[in-house]
């Protein structure tokens, strides 16, 4: 049966412009009266002046007195000025902590059912850092009571929380004030965002570098009005059939959006990632894919001339240095009629929508009856999410709106969604049908989530794997019993933090619960407080006690009772965030509490999604050490866990083995034919303990003992079968195992280990032995590819790579860097590597600088031949602290290194430690010259070198000379 549901939609671009392509149109809306970087006056605005709609905090005196004023200076009609008091009255109320708050709509005779919650981020470095999202709740909005307003203002920058105040506030009232409020709220709604643009480039709160984003929804009857500036989103749920679909009321305004890309770019914004900001990739070339592909490096909007203000987001209110460059304050707006199809609605920033998408989000919803269960479950998934995949998590803030009895259906025509996509002049166009709201989505892609590590939680992985800082679970004060840990379980079964953990986490957490004794009277925790732990009643029984302001003053009321009959457990959220309690549990008997820490939470979530003690353990196999802690990470994910018997065969002769196993648990004993360790893929068939292997010879086989942390059978992941083996289990053991299939699936076919390579392990690297067929090094001016052969790649970059090759009919070895010819071209660097080449040439005989023998071609490559053995970087050597000497030797070699080029007038601009290498006498070698420049002035301009090693004139953008290699 065809879906009948019509819905009507407007849908509004205002881009006040009369052409998309035309900079003098735009130029209006992009460049401000005054352009200048204002100063802070921290005298005049604090944040305790202004009023936050929480349910903690209000300072309805502060916001009358401002309201007041205005009114003073507007003098407007006395029933639009009752609205706009009003406002201070409702940001003084907070929803009851055991529900939600419904409203009715009288003239389409239904209800609104809403809840929300705002979760300050966690921040490592910054643990007390303000919550920069900022929400409001109006209902009624104004003197209508049809009238409805709910809205979520993100703030940025070192004063993002007070403008997501301050445009939280002043949006409210211009709204209201406005003379076409009742008439038209379309143009009332974009008239409101640039008229508090406006005032917040006034106010002596400095907006030069913060702003906010906002995202709002006008409930009027049985309509909606979204209006959207910035990368927060509204999403509403619409009945299809049997399912529940996600429609998307806002398009997140972002460089990854093919339109806002072009409309800043007219602006005169770079559009550039970090990387290609710092040099690491080129700046001419669109590095960026989707955003659901987005690694936590976004392309980001630079000014022509400097590396400033790097805003991810396309459009804001505020940022007056960034609406230079066309971020703008003009929202986007649309208009939904209700139908009995829409169940619900969601606001929430990005800080929710940066790992889940508007359908899974809109799914979470589904399942919870009350909107408060529900913004919890969404808050409680994006916190773990940031977890997984970053090393902090944003401000997290969602409302959810119920619609309740909503009859009946709104009538209109068909349009063809096609033309409502992109106007592209200021108008409204109309459309109808369901999917009209899809459409104007103009791409799903915009509406992804993320779904890869950040390269910050990839570093944090990396150094813990080198310093080895996994976080320990605390050793159990109380041996819990099998009743107390079933009834543990059980009040966490259905619990919204708990419902995603895995069955080794659940584990940990059952051990880090440690055990409260409590006596009648006992204060657990206490109102106004900060509580750092979650509860879980184990025996007895106990009160939850609010101070409430009454017409006889703060008079304290019990609000719940909590016993373990009832599985009845609190503090939930503490284990995300410090917040003053709403309330006291007291304990009315003597009874048992089972308390988990935050801090042990937090390292169940983190540990287990860096899956340290795995990736260690996956790392320590020889034919996956080159893989990086990306597909490390992915491959670990990948394991799966199988347990033996004492005595049991793994494996025998006839079955084989078909996966990687990796011992987690007890001892593995394996036999096999001694003619196996001529593979060179079979290195894990060799003794733990290399003392004992004489012992373990029994005629042609030979048997080793495999221990825990150990592992076996890795050429599986090749594809290659061993015949002759048999593995017993030797005690209880529990082996991770990872299967060809599965590998390969997630990173790719493993290369084999080539002959060639082990080659080039076993070539001498003593410096002073001859060769039998040492050959004239003059014979190898004129060399060809053919007369190469590549051993192996030590060093790379974005098209080139460093390596050894061997001198067809000798035994001489010498480094090859060669160019691939279709990445140069595909980059755009044909004069980047003709000029490095004419540099290294021109510093040939140079203090650290191998003599370059030739430069030759083939079809694939070019390549230039370096008269040297080189062995690694740098960096491959730093994994542990160099000794004094050593240290002395390296950085002198880079001081002399660096005079001499400075003599010759070359800037280098490549001192890091994975760009300079070293040969086999241990000498420093210079032979990465992409960053170097022959300086024909005092200073040069371009921004390039490694990330971690730019200096601070380089950064600034605004010219450095020789000086900036030091």
């Known amino acids: 049966m065809k879906h009948l549901t019509i819905s009507k939609t407007i849908i509004v671009s205002r881009f006040l412009m009369g052409c998309v392509y035309s900079r003098a149109c735009i130029g209006e809306i992009c460049v401000p009266k005054d352009g200048r970087v204002k100063e802070p006056q921290r005298g005049r605005t604090n944040a305790a002046e202004i009023a936050v709609f929480s349910s903690t905090s209000s300072n309805e005196g502060e916001e009358t007195r401002d309201q007041i004023h205005s009114q003073l200076s507007l003098n407007l009609p006395g029933d639009r000025e009752l609205g706009i008091t009003r406002l201070s009255r409702v940001s003084s109320q907070f929803l009851p902590a055991d529900g939600s708050r419904a409203v009715k709509v009288p003239s389409g005779n239904y209800e609104l059912k809403y809840s929300y919650l705002s979760q300050r981020g966690y921040y490592p470095d910054a643990l007390d850092k303000a919550n920069q999202d900022s929400f409001c709740i109006h209902t009624p909005f104004g003197t209508n009571p049809d009238d409805h307003f709910f809205g979520v203002f993100d703030g940025h920058g070192e004063f993002g929380a007070e403008c997501s105040q301050f445009v939280k506030r002043k949006l409210c009232e211009n709204l209201l004030r406005s003379n076409k409020f009742h008439v038209d709220a379309i143009e009332a709604c974009h008239a409101a965002y640039l008229t508090t643009n406006t005032q917040l480039h006034a106010d002596s ?18 309509k909606i009005y979204v209006a959207n500036s910035g990368d927060s989103r509204a999403v509403i749920a619409e009945k299809r059939g049997k399912e529940i679909v996600a429609v998307d009321l806002s398009i997140d305004q972002t460089p ?29 070339v669109q590095c960026w894919g989707t955003e659901e592909g987005d690694d936590g490096d976004p392309p980001r909007l630079w000014v022509p001339n400097g590396m400033y203000p790097g805003t991810a987001f396309t459009r804001s209110i505020g940022d007056s240095i960034a609406e230079t460059i066309g971020v703008v304050a003009n929202p986007e707006i649309v208009m939904l009629e209700l139908t009995e199809d829409h169940p619900f609605f969601v606001l929430a ?35 773990r999410l940031w977890l997984q995949y970053e090393t902090r998590t944003d401000d997290i803030t969602v409302i ?29 166009s109309e459309a109808t049908g369901s999917e009209s709201p899809l459409a104007f989505s103009l791409s799903s892609r915009n509406q992804q989530a993320r779904h890869d590590l950040s390269r910050a939680r990839l570093r944090a992985i990396e150094s813990s794997l080198e310093k080895g800082q996994i976080w320990v679970p605390p050793p159990p004060a109380h041996r819990k019993t099998w009743e107390e840990e079933a009834h543990i379980e059980r009040a966490l079964h259905d619990h919204f933090l708990f419902r995603k953990l895995t069955d080794s986490q659940r584990h940990v957490l059952l051990d880090c619960m440690q055990r409260i004794e409590v006596q009648p009277g006992d204060t657990v925790v206490k109102q106004g407080g900060e509580g750092d732990c979650f509860y879980v009643v184990g025996s007895g029984e106990f009160e939850v006690l609010a101070t409430q302001e009454d017409k006889n003053g703060a008079v304290p009321r019990v609000l719940q009772r909590y016993t373990a009959d009832k599985l009845s457990s609190f503090g939930e959220l503490a284990l995300m965030y410090n917040k003053p309690l709403q309330a006291s549990v007291l304990a009315v008997t003597s009874g048992t509490l089972w308390a988990l820490k935050r801090e042990d939470f937090r390292g169940i979530l983190m540990s287990e999604f860096s899956n340290l003690s795995s990736l260690k353990l996956l790392r320590s196999v020889n034919l996956l050490s080159r893989l990086t802690i990306l597909q490390l990470s992915h491959v670990a994910d990948s394991l799966f866990e199988v347990s033996f018997s004492n005595g049991q065969t793994i494996f025998n002769k006839n079955e084989g083995l078909s996966a990687l196993h990796i011992i987690q648990k007890g001892q593995v004993r394996i036999t096999f034919d001694r003619d196996l360790l001529s593979s060179p893929n079979v290195c894990s068939l060799k003794s733990d303990n290399p003392n004992e292997d004489d012992d373990q010879q029994t005629g042609k086989d030979l048997s080793v003992e495999k221990t825990e942390g150990s592992y076996f059978g890795e050429w599986t992941l090749l594809g290659e079968q061993m015949g002759s083996l048999t593995a017993v289990a030797v005690g209880d053991v529990m082996c991770a195992v990872l299967t060809k299939e599965k590998f390969d699936s997630v990173v790719g076919p493993l290369t084999k280990l080539s002959q060639d390579d082990q080659k080039i392990r076993d070539y001498p690297l003593d410096a002073t032995k001859d060769s039998s067929k040492e050959i004239d090094i003059s014979s190898l001016a004129k060399v060809s590819f053919t007369q190469l052969e590549w051993r192996t790649s030590l060093y790379s970059t974005d098209c080139s790579e460093i390596g050894l090759v061997l001198v067809r009919d000798s035994e001489k070895i010498l480094s090859l860097k060669r160019f691939s010819k279709q990445k140069v071209k595909k980059l755009g660097k044909e004069a ?23 430069t030759c071609a083939d079809q694939m490559h070019a390549g230039i031949l370096l008269n040297t053995y080189l062995v690694c970087p740098l960096a491959s050597i730093l994994h542990t602290p160099l000794d004094e000497q050593s240290a002395r030797f390296c950085a002198a070699s880079v001081v002399t290194a660096l005079e001499d080029l400075h003599e010759n007038g070359v800037l280098y601009r490549g001192v890091s430690p994975d760009v300079l290498m070293l040969n086999k006498t241990g000498h420093l070698q210079l032979v990465d010259f992409r960053f170097g420049k022959k300086l024909s002035s005092e200073r040069t301009f371009t ?20 000086p900036a290699d030091w």
């Open 832 to 854: 980047q590597v003709l000029k490095e080449k004419d540099l290294m040439k021109s510093m040939s005989s140079a203090v650290c600088m191998p003599e370059i023998l030739c």
């Open 205 to 222: 709160l400095d907006d030069s570098m913060s702003g906010t984003t906002a995202i709002t929804v006008l409930v009027r009857g049985r």
């Open 400 to 428: 959810v709106v119920h619609i309740n009895g909503l009859a009946g259906q709104a009538g209109g025509e068909s349009a063809n969604p096609a033309s409502i996509l992109r106007p592209p002049v200021p108008q409204v």
């Open 349 to 383: 920033s990005d800080g929710v929508f940066e790992f889940l998408s508007s359908q899974t989000v809109v799914d979470m919803v589904a399942k919870h009856n009350d909107p408060r269960d529900a913004c919890a479950a969404i808050v409680a998934e994006s916190y």
């Open 256 to 284: 990854f959006r093919v339109d806002e890309l072009e409309r800043v770019k007219l602006c005169g914004a770079r559009v550039l990632t970090l990387d290609q900001i710092e040099g690491l990739k080129n700046p001419d």
């Open 943 to 962: 921004i390039c070198g490694m990330a971690d090693s730019l200096a601070p004139e380089v950064i600034q953008g605004k010219g450095h000379g020789l």
